[in-house]
């Protein structure tokens, strides 16, 4: 699916304080809306970096959302922008009147605009009391011409039930459908009970004559206690944008700083069995999204997409398409009983490129994780396999560990020798070995040749030739077949395979690592024995 998210970042934005009096808002609960505005202290470049689709693994899908309104300060959609070009699906929940910041979203190329979802916040008493009405609304149809994702959202308090005819009515003509209704919650006792007078029967009553699943799945979670293994902490998130601190979700634990080395991976630990919380905080985000796989749930896109009366809906197709994966689908589920089994590959740039096909081949017949680091060169990954292979939360029940490493050991940079000489890269490879026997005792170890080079793109600068290619290689095969470990050809393979997908000196276009990534499954696959079939 080319718009499958791989991670779910809810980021806070540092503004505590609001525009609109709302009664069902903590802001207002506790009396935060005096605050100032906090500046965001990094650049957009640097959020960009720290956000980087290389360092999470693939396109992220993130929300922003601040304790009050999101787009009062002047700094947030700069960085919004550049997380759009970055190629991510971005949300931001906002109350809709900002005028100036929309129409500023407007001006943007329409290819950043399909991947930009609006939540707008459907306040109809301080709308109504700020005259704000027809502005919210020219907002709302202003930025969905322009491309970009809607949606409607009603937080319900009691003081809004007289108003329910009028805000059903013009939420019709205006955007073709009903808004879809939440569960607001009294911020101020330790349970977060639902923040109504009603009767739980009443409450229903009134508030489902919205239709709105968001509104089923919510109370459906409010109960609920969570026993089961969640992914939170390793395929969502909640981060703090000024300080750059990453947690597991709302009530869990600081696991990382996405801003201290943009340079290294970033380092995942999920909640598993132990959530702290009564039910799951904002559940129907995290849900949808399958960060627990056994609980089956509606997706994001049901609980945020409408059809209107005119057949069309507010989701675009990439938005719909985004929303309506599931995590799942881009990670391995760990295991109490292991049921298949358990391939770990580790890698440089070339192994990100063949990883993707390698895990679609063998879903089914073994569980397949790999890092999101990319291993460089032989010192880097012998300095990273064991730290890696704790981020994956894998070791003695891992089967089969694979990697290639090689590309960047024989780089020659300004007429230099190879960036690693042949002799350290052979002491590497057997503490590689070494390192990975420690890590992965019952595994079997197989290893990949470096794959042949693209003389002709080759520069003096970062100079990698063939005939280096091949003494490394050579040397790797008999240190392999001396520690008894299994040798993939995969340099034979792609010489005689992969001469017409090369795009630069060492990478293949799409094809290329296709081919690799298949060639390399049916290796591993006879090492494990296909017993599905």
Known sequence: ??????????????????????????????????????????????????????????????????????????????????????????????????????????????????????????????????????????????????????????????????????????????????????????????????????????????????????????????????????????????????????????????????????TEPIHFKPIEHKCPESYCYNGHVWMTLGVIPEKEVITYADIRDRECSDGSHWLSVPVKEAFSSKLRDQHCIYRDVKEFPRIVLFGDSIFEGYRGTIRENLDGKAYVLYTNGNARFSTYLLRYVAEWANDMRVGSDADIVHFNVGLWDIARINGDDCLVSLDDYGKNLRRIIKQIHYVFPNAKTVFSTTTPVNEKETRYSLLRLNVDVEKYNELAVSIMQELNVEVIDLNTFAKTNTCDDYIDMVHYNENGYKKMGDYISGQLLNMIGDDNE
């Open 1 to 262: 699916m080319k718009n499958q998210i791989i991670r779910f970042i809810d980021c806070h934005v540092p503004t505590e304080t609001c525009n609109f009096r709302c009664s069902y808002c903590y802001i207002t609960q506790r009396r935060l809306f005096d605050k100032k505005l906090n500046k965001i202290s990094r650049t957009p470049q640097e959020v960009r970096a720290a956000l980087s689709q290389k360092r999470w693994g693939g396109i992220l899908f993130i929300n922003f959302c601040a304790g009050g309104e999101t787009l009062l300060g002047d700094d947030l959609l700069p960085i919004i922008k550049e997380l759009l070009k970055e190629g991510h699906f971005v949300q931001i929940v906002t109350n809709g009147s900002m005028t100036d910041r929309f129409k500023e979203i407007v001006t943007w190329d329409k290819v950043l605009l399909e991947h930009l979802f609006i939540k707008f916040s459907y306040h109809f008493i301080e709308l109504k009391r700020l005259n704000l009405v027809d502005v919210f609304f020219d907002n709302v149809v202003r930025v969905r011409n322009a491309g970009v994702s809607i949606s409607l959202e009603i937080t319900p308090g009691d003081d809004m039930i007289p108003y329910i005819e009028e805000m059903k009515k013009i939420s019709l003509e205006k955007v073709g459908a009903l808004p879809h209704v939440t569960v607001a919650r009294n911020e101020n006792t330790a349970g977060f009970e639902v923040l109504t007078s009603l009767s739980d029967e009443d409450y229903r009553k009134v508030w489902g004559q919205f239709k709105s699943p968001m509104f089923d799945l919510k109370l459906s979670l409010l109960s609920e206690k969570r026993t089961e293994f969640c992914y939170a902490g390793e395929w969502t998130f909640f981060l703090q944008l000024g300080s750059g601190d990453l947690k597991q979700c709302y009530r869990g634990k600081v696991i990382d700083n996405i801003y201290k080395d943009v």
